[in-house]
């Protein structure tokens, strides 16, 4: 390699020069704040600004703000601002205000910033100097869920958090619900067991903690070492969603400027935010350590997707309903990649709650994101969540200053859509499912009608039976010294469960002032109906009392009988025995009503052969009217004590008076709770000892956390990368292969060269691991590079994770052979076909090969993500000329190749390639800009930003 000086080699953000949009910044004065600094893309002049979609001005601004002539052009401003014109083509960058990390993948980045550190120490610079470039935010639940669930703990009725415990698995149901396989309480078969004790779950808990001990102690290191991190340590809570808003800031500010919030995260729940208003959307690990080292996502100007909500919702469509709908009708439309932004007069009808559960449907639509601007309703949610008041001040003005803010009834605000979808919510029917499987939907309107089908109907799923003549037959019984008749459709067992779907709070809310207007209204259930209460955790019950309804809900027989999926499964006492016995008698279809929505085929009882998945508050109803055999709207609820008719739309209660009470008594004891456990930490997380130190105090003895060797040859001068001379091919691939084969995540296979490596550390095949969970140790990760059991590498003719070290003939672990080239000096490079590293996007996927000596990938085409990643750590992606191949060239991948590079790389250069047999080939390299080449001459991403601080 050859040392030589160039010139700027390095493009620092040189403040020398001045901002080229200096002409846009603005002032805001507001009443309460100093006045704050911002851009004001109005002032570019441009009548295009004002019919972008908002979602597009965000990305617009955030260019304008950044614009540094390297990173960030004044052409990538125009390109936006010409989004009209250049949607779908023009690739632009995105600097996103924050990151958010969960522990998985946030792990290896926080441990490249603390070898980054290092680095700069042995050169002599202040090792404070390097922090992330943004505020980035790591919440503590990933790693240890999965652990979890092998410890089986059970929800605890724990509405305030207190001891903290079990509040890892624990699902507060947000009022956000969403991440619906954690709402509810049936995650980890917490049905019986020692998981139902609190002490073993306390110890399980802790041993859980203890195991993880090495990880958390780095984290608690990194959020008192760095500046921009926060850490919201394991044992505050899971929530996601609240973690998220809490997190959220709208409008963030830097260094006396405001600008929108948008946020990057390596979580596919990430979504979710959109329905604040806030930019952001989940990314691979190695992007967001990008974005932490400065450098903007990359992405294609999308086309928008405007959907359009006009008509207003039916009364009994519950949030459930709404987000359903809503997303079936996006998830016909075919909206792949792109973004989709809510307007129309009928948004103003969502909740916050309601925007970010459709927000996180994102991938079930496949869209980047789904944003609903800023609007009265989300201020009013950051008021409920007691934002303060200077903050709301600067939200409202900014936003109202730049044109990000919107009111959706003002249809001359509306920008222009690559296209729009119209949803009426008046199509939005509220169901119910049944009466055997949960994919048989009905429409509450229909029920009546839909039963007495099914009882004609020949046994089936939809179908009992009943001869004609015995579908009217009553049958008379005694319950507690009163008489009752029953018949088909009589409703014997209602259970309201806050179980998945139904833990979003609007939802647990109407049913508990249902039952309280019912109440009122003097309607009763009949008390031989089995009813029961069982939120999905402490959290519902707090909240059900919280806004008083709880006592009306008990009342109606409505009784909390527990926590945890045990109750799901419907496990009420067992039904009075005349119930049964007429049930017996008449051949009665006598029905179970219940708001779970999973264990459906886990009957209620034998002798209830109609089962209903319903929304909790048509639980209720169901149990008042006594029977599933009626039309809401022709017949009477019940009689009231003076025998007046009481009808359902009597007593559901509007959607203002449930968002009302949802305000003021869920978001705000939710965010109070979360807010005094944040504030409080936990006792396991406050007494860790963690070093005050600048640098990481690496442990040798450590099998988790190690220092990378990234920046092992970190010096002030470039070391351009010289010609890459009798190279190896370290594996001669084919077609597809993707990042799961070049970096597996799964488990650690028992005769694998990391296995290896970690029985040298004297572990147990039983405490391997994952590669997943070993992220932070290069040594297991780059051991685990290429060890796919999958790969089909044709050096050897069959599938497995082996190669042929050439001038050994040994077949060995890719491991053992890149070792082998490395010791001998020979570089390496990979041979392949089309789509070189498709799949999800994985930080080790370009790490591990940079870790195995690889300087280059030759391939027929490039997945275009993975691409970037080799860019970024140093390898050149070079790329066969149109038409040809290894196959079409004749190589055996047995060769030597030798490749010169000139001094002055330019993108897409023409490059020769020379083997040891006498053949010639050209290839392109694909390095787009010059920063890829910038990167590429600096050894990588990490290594350009390290030197940067060096000069
Ligand atoms: C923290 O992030 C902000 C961006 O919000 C950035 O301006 C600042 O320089 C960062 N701080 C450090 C110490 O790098
Ligand atoms: C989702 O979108 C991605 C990217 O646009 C596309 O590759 C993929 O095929 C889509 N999947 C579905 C199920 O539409
Ligand atoms: C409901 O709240 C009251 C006081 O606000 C409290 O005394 C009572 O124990 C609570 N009930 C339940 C079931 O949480």
Same mark, same amino acid.
């Given at each position: ?32 704040n ?9 002032k ?18 955030a ?35 924050r ?6 993948t ?8 603390a ?5 700069v ?40 958090g207190?001891?903290?415990h ?11 619900? %969403?991440? %619906? ?33 090495e ?9 008192k070492?760095?500046?921009?991190v ?6 505050i ?19 006396g400027?405001?600008f ?14 959109n ?7 989940g ?7 990008a974005?932490?080292?400065g450098?903007?996502?990359s ?5 928008v997707v ?27 439309a ?28 994102c991938?079930e ?12 309703t989300t ?6 969540t ?16 730049v044109k990000l ?7 001359a605000?509306?920008?222009h ?36 089908s099914c009882?004609n109907?020949k ?20 319950h507690e ?15 309201v ?11 647990m ?8 207007k019912?109440?009122e ?16 955790? *402490? ?8 806004? *008083? ?9 409505f009784e909390v ?6 109750t799901c ?7 009075p025995?005349?119930?049964v ?34 929304s ?33 739309k009597?007593?559901?209660p ?22 005094s ?11 860790m ?10 442990d040798?003895k450590?099998?988790?956390i ?10 002030k ?5 010289? %010609? ?27 005769i ?31 051991? *685990? ?11 050897i003719?069959?599938?497995?994770p082996k ?7 040994q ?5 053992e ?6 010791r001998?000096g ?10 070189? *590293?498709?799949g ?14 690889v ?5 027929e ?16 992606p ?13 190589l ?11 001094e ?5 250069q ?20 010059e920063?890829d ?19």
């Open positions: 390699m050859k040392k030589l000086h160039v010139k700027c080699s390095v493009f620092v953000f040189c403040f020398c020069a001045a901002h080229p949009f200096n002409h846009l910044i603005d002032t805001l004065q507001t009443e309460k100093k006045a704050k600094k911002y851009f004001n893309p109005q570019l002049g441009d009548p295009k600004y004002e019919r972008l979609p908002f979602s597009i001005r965000v990305l617009l601004e260019a304008i703000r950044k614009c540094d002539g390297f990173y960030v052009k004044q052409e990538d401003v125009q390109n936006i601002l010409n989004w009209e014109k250049l949607q779908n083509e023009a690739e632009i960058p995105f600097s996103p205000a990151v958010l990390l969960q522990d998985f946030g792990i290896p980045a926080l441990v490249d910033l070898a980054m550190r290092d680095a120490a042995k050169n002599g610079i202040d090792p404070n100097l390097i922090n992330p470039k943004c505020p980035t935010d790591l919440i503590v639940d990933h790693s240890l869920q999965i652990d979890f669930s092998k410890c089986a703990i059970q929800n605890a009725p724990n509405p305030g207190g001891d903290g079990g509040a890892t698995q624990r699902s507060v149901p947000g009022r956000l619900s %969403s991440r %619906s396989s954690q709402c509810g309480s049936s995650r980890g078969g917490c049905s019986k067991g020692s998981c139902s004790d609190a002490p073993s779950k306390q110890r399980c808990f802790e041993m859980e903690l203890i195991r993880n001990k990880r958390l102690q780095f984290f608690k290191w990194c959020s070492a760095f500046k921009n926060s850490v919201v340590p394991p044992d809570g899971s929530v996601h969603q609240v973690n998220l808003e809490y997190l959220s800031r709208v409008v963030q500010e830097s260094e400027f405001v929108p919030d948008s946020v990057v995260g390596t979580d596919s729940h990430t979504t979710m935010i329905g604040l208003g806030i930019l952001g959307w990314v691979g690990g190695i992007e967001s350590e974005v932490m080292l450098q903007p996502v992405l294609t100007l999308p086309q405007g959907c359009k909500l006009v008509g207003s919702i039916s009364t009994l469509a519950t949030s459930i309903d709404i987000v359903l709908g809503i997303t079936k009708h996006l998830r016909q075919g909206i792949s990649g792109k973004f989709v932004e809510f307007f129309g007069p009928g948004v103003s009808q969502l909740s916050a709650a309601d925007r970010t559960t459709i927000a996180n449907m991938p639509y496949n869209a980047t994101v789904s944003f609903f601007p800023v609007d009265e201020l009013k949610h950051f008021k409920q007691n934002f303060a008041e200077e903050k709301l001040e600067v939200m409202e003005s900014y936003l109202k200053a803010f919107r009111s959706s009834d003002d249809q605000e509306d920008p859509y690559s296209e729009v979808i119209e949803v009426n919510l008046n199509s939005i029917m509220p169901s119910v499912s049944g009466p055997k499987r949960p994919q048989d939907r009905v429409p509450v309107t229909c029920m009546k009608e839909d039963f007495l009882l109907e046994v089936g799923f939809k179908g009992f039976h009943i001869p004609r003549e015995k579908q009217g037959i009553l049958v008379p019984f005694q010294g009163t008489e009752y008749t029953l018949s088909h459709g009589s409703v014997v067992i209602a259970a469960i806050s179980c998945t779907n139904n833990c979003n709070p609007s939802v809310l109407t049913a508990g002032l249902l039952a309280k019912a109440k209204a003097g309607l009763t259930v009949k008390p031989y109906i089995r009813t029961s209460l069982a939120p999905g955790s *402490g959290m519902v019950t707090h909240y059900l009392n919280a806004s *008083g309804v709880l006592p009306y809900l008990s009342q109606l027989g009988i527990g926590y945890g999926c045990a499964v419907g496990n009420t006492a067992p039904l025995e005349s119930v016995d007429a049930i017996k008698e008449g051949d009665l279809v006598a029905c179970g009503v219940l708001s779970g929505s999973r264990h459906f085929e886990g009957r209620l009882c034998d002798c209830v052969r109609a089962n209903y998945l319903a909790p508050p048509l639980v209720v109803a169901y149990a008042i009217a006594g029977t599933v055999g009626i039309d809401f709207e022709k017949e009477p609820l019940g009689l009231n004590a003076e025998g007046k008719e009481v009808f359902l009597d007593v559901w509007s959607k203002e008076e449930v968002q009302d009470v949802e305000e003021h008594t869920v978001v705000a004891s939710i965010f109070r709770a979360l807010r456990r944040i504030q409080k930490g936990s006792p396991f997380w406050n007494n000892d963690v070093p005050d130190s600048v640098l990481f105090p690496w040798p450590s099998t988790y190690r220092c990378p060797p990234f920046f092992s040859k970190l010096s001068e470039v070391s351009v990368p010289g %010609s890459i001379d009798n190279a190896h091919a370290l594996l001669f691939l084919g077609n597809k292969v993707t990042t799961d084969h070049i970096s597996p995540a799964g488990s650690i296979a028992r694998s060269a990391a296995a290896k490596y970690l029985q040298s550390k004297r572990l147990t095949p039983r405490e391997f691991n994952s590669y997943g969970a070993r992220r932070g140790n290069d040594a297991v990760m780059t051991r *685990g590079t290429f060890a796919s059991i999958k790969l089909q590498n044709r050096l003719g069959k599938t497995g190669t042929l070290h050439v001038p050994s003939g077949m060995l672990d890719v491991f052979a890149a070792e082998r080239y490395q001998d020979f570089p390496l490079i990979i041979l392949a076909g089309k789509e070189y *590293g498709s999800s996007s994985r930080d080790w996927a370009a790490k591990g090969p940079y870790l195995l000596g300087r280059a990938v030759i391939a085409s490039f997945e275009k993500m993975h691409k970037n990643h080799l860019v970024g750590m140093g390898i050149a070079l790329q066969f000329l149109p038409g040809q191949n290894a196959d079409s060239l004749e055996s991948g047995k060769e030597r190749f030798s490749i010169s590079l000139p002055e790389l330019t993108p897409q023409e490059l020769t390639v020379l083997t040891s047999t006498g053949k010639s080939f050209s290839v392109v390299t694909l390095f787009e800009n920063m080449v910038a990167f590429y001459r600096h050894g990588g991403l990490l290594k350009y930003v390290a030197r940067s601080m060096l000069q």
